[in-house]
């Protein structure tokens, strides 16, 4: 267990962790944002009437376009408000889950930082078994702080447009829709 510690066994098992933690952040909101490109390109084509350009987008178009037609031609009111309100909650929840992810990395991060500057400070008898802890310290903090760094960069700004649209072409469908079962 000592080798495992003052070894890099420690240090790369944290960084696997942080780089699995990153993978999954990283899947996790792009699939997200698909969805909400997807239903924002959607809705925003049918407030245009462009049935012609409605055809392509592959599966999450597909599924996004059954979704709308059905609440289009709802005879419940009641289910075709809470479908449309399931979605402006799909989409809000995206930019708090980008805020989730990268935090967590840093704290990833910091946490290799403190545990490996504690098991330095205990088992700290001579300059080789101080030096191991350290490495976790230094790399674990690196990995955490580089990896939110770039879930940041990757999605930061474009995340909050996208939804921002979103949440507009929501807005006018559902409107526009409500007048087009009134007589």
Same mark, same amino acid.
């Given at each position: ?11 790369? /098992?944290?960084?696997? =962790? ?7 952040? !990283? ?19 049918? /407030? ?23 609440? !289009? ?57 101080? /030096? ?12 955490? /702080? ?16 996208? =939804? ?16 087009? =079962?009134?007589?």
């Amino acid at each position: 267990m000592a080798t495992f510690v003052h070894g890099w066994g420690l240090t790369a /098992l944290s960084l696997v =962790v942080i780089t699995l933690v990153f993978a999954g952040a !990283w899947l996790h909101v792009a699939g997200e944002l698909r969805w909400v490109r997807v239903l924002t390109e959607q809705l925003g084509l049918e /407030l245009v009437d462009a049935p012609e350009a409605k055809r392509g987008g592959g599966l999450d178009a597909a599924a996004v376009r059954e979704e709308a037609h059905a609440v !289009w031609i709802a005879t419940d009111a009641a289910w075709a408000a809470r479908q449309v309100r399931s979605w402006q909650m799909r989409a809000l929840r995206l930019e708090p889950a980008l805020a989730f992810w990268i935090d967590l990395l840093r704290q990833l991060g910091l946490l290799g930082t403190v545990v490996g500057l504690g098991l330095s400070l205990t088992i700290a008898r001579d300059a080789d078994a101080l /030096l191991g802890p350290l490495a976790l310290a230094v790399w674990t903090t690196v990995a955490g /702080l580089g990896y939110s760094i770039v879930l940041s960069s990757l999605y930061g700004m474009r995340l909050t447009a996208w =939804v921002d649209a979103c949440a507009k072409n929501l807005e006018a469908w559902d409107a526009r829709r409500r007048a087009a =079962v009134r007589p």
